[in-house]
């Protein structure tokens, strides 16, 4: 749970670091978190 949680904290940091706002997906995947998808929107 604290690498679940660590990372969520990265996400936000990443989302609130660029000017452009981001949507991204998170899928377990292998017993691990894996960004399905992460693209700029306009």
Avoid: K, Q
């Amino acid at each position: 749970e604290a690498y679940c949680h660590t990372l969520a904290i990265s996400l936000e940091i990443m989302l609130y670091h660029d000017d452009e706002p981001l949507t991204f997906d998170l899928v377990w995947d292998n017993g691990g978190w894996r960004s399905a998808t992460l693209e700029n929107v306009s």
